[in-house]
């Protein structure tokens, strides 16, 4: 039934790159989704206001001075 139709392998070629495109786009597109809906994505480390309440919370209980506590209060809200 098919083996003279004329077409030779380039229909099975044609349809197996459609295939692996697809599955290809599917994959890419699965990815995609879960990685964009995660709220810390791209996040490395605490944010700065975690940052911020940490070095407030050792300056208030006297594990730094003042000077050392306004130092790394400028770095971490400089921009």
Do not use: K
């Not at 099975?12 to 790159?17: G, I, N």
């Amino acid at each position: 039934m098919w083996w003279g139709s004329g077409s030779g392998w380039g229909g099975w070629v044609l349809m197996t790159l459609m295939m692996v495109g697809f599955w290809t786009a599917v994959v890419l597109l699965v990815t995609w989704l879960v990685r964009s809906g995660r709220p810390d994505a791209g996040a490395p480390g605490p944010r700065r206001s975690e940052a911020l309440a940490i070095l407030e919370e050792r300056f208030a209980r006297g594990e730094i001075d003042r000077e050392e506590f306004e130092e790394r209060r400028r770095a971490l809200t400089a921009r």
